[in-house]
Every structure is written in structure tokens, then in C-alpha cells.
């Protein structure tokens, strides 16, 4: 089973309410580092303009670049739910490596500063999963604008569109996220 994202972009108001929940419930220090964010998207010319939002962090890809990318195996994907993970204990930093994020397609992993910064990332609330939960940002959404689950039953409930506005599907890796795309 693979567990994804389901993002419906029509309906988010950007509030952040997601990126907040996520860096309360994972105890992300304030700062930069931001496990799940919202990433405004302004497009167009005056009078023609519209905005959009895309919710941006680990998309726990079928086929993960960084975890090829990684030469110390300090990143896992899980076999029974395809959940990505980075053991921070193995990582040896951004400064001294940093592959993982040169190899993500979207920029993912996150590193604190300092010299021993390690990498870290959206983990899907793992530990909220195990105990039957949605991910503190699913659960956080006022706009009912997120769902996680398994990846086929999110795109048997929702379709199966594979990128929105600030987007763009990798075939290569499949990224594990559907969407609902705004429309202009």
C-alpha cells in the first residue's frame, strides 16, 4: 500500500493552518524550517490576475530521488505504507552533503541552520497514522481542502489529477499526491 496526499486547491484560502498544525504537532522550532507549506501562486497581469495555493512538502514518492541520492542510507522508504523517512542519527548534513536536496524534484528536504544541520521532512504524522489519525495537517484544515489515506482510494474518491498549479508530475519518481486543480 502507498499512502499520498489528496490537495484540492479550489477550495484553499491559504490560511496556513496546515503549515501551523504541522509545526506544532512535530515541534519545529520557529524559524524556516517547515515540514508542509503553503506556497502562494500569483499569476497574471493587472486586471487579469488570479491566486492560487499549493501545499508543498514531501509528497512520499513511489520511487524517491533522495533516497537514491542519499550515500549514507540515512533516508527509508516503509514497505507497508510507502511513507519516506530521514534518520537525522545517519544524516551527515547539509554542509557536508545535501544530495538528497539537489536530487528532490520540489526542493523537499529542509535543513536548520548551522554547520550540523541534518535533513528533515514531512514524516505523514507516522506516528498519528499508527494510532488511526490523519496527519496533523489534514486534520487541521478548516477549508476541508486536504485528505491522506491509501494512494488508490484517494484517486477512486477524488480522480486521479497529478498536478495543479504549481505542480508539475515527475513520472519518474511519482510523487504520491492527487489533486482537485483550481480553475481561472
Not at 537514491?68 to 505504507?81: S, T
Request: with cysteine; charged share 20%.
Amino acid at each position: 500500500m502507498q499512502l499520498g496526499f489528496y490537495f484540492d486547491q479550489s477550495r484553499c484560502t491559504g490560511c496556513y493552518t496546515c503549515q501551523v498544525a504541522c509545526k506544532d504537532w512535530n515541534d519545529i522550532p520557529a524559524g524556516p524550517v517547515s515540514w508542509r507549506t503553503m506556497v502562494p501562486i500569483e499569476q497574471g497581469k493587472f486586471p487579469n490576475v488570479s491566486l492560487a495555493y499549493h501545499f508543498h512538502g514531501c509528497q512520499h514518492c513511489a520511487r524517491p530521488d533522495c533516497l537514491a541520492a542519499c550515500p549514507v542510507n540515512a533516508i527509508v522508504k516503509r514497505p507497508a505504507d510507502g511513507i519516506v523517512l530521514i534518520d537525522a542519527a545517519l544524516c551527515i548534513g547539509k554542509e557536508r552533503c545535501g544530495l538528497c536536496l539537489e536530487a528532490c524534484p520540489w526542493d523537499v528536504p529542509q535543513f536548520a541552520e548551522g554547520p550540523d544541520a541534518k535533513a528533515q521532512m514531512c514524516t505523514f504524522c507516522a506516528d498519528r497514522w499508527a494510532d488511526g489519525r490523519k496527519p496533523a495537517c489534514v486534520d487541521s484544515c478548516i477549508m476541508r481542502a486536504l485528505d491522506a489515506g491509501p494512494l488508490g482510494e484517494l484517486i477512486a474518491k477524488y480522480g486521479d489529477a497529478r498536478s495543479a498549479t504549481g505542480f508539475s508530475y515527475v513520472a519518474k519518481t511519482d510523487p504520491s499526491i492527487v489533486f482537485k486543480p483550481r480553475e481561472d
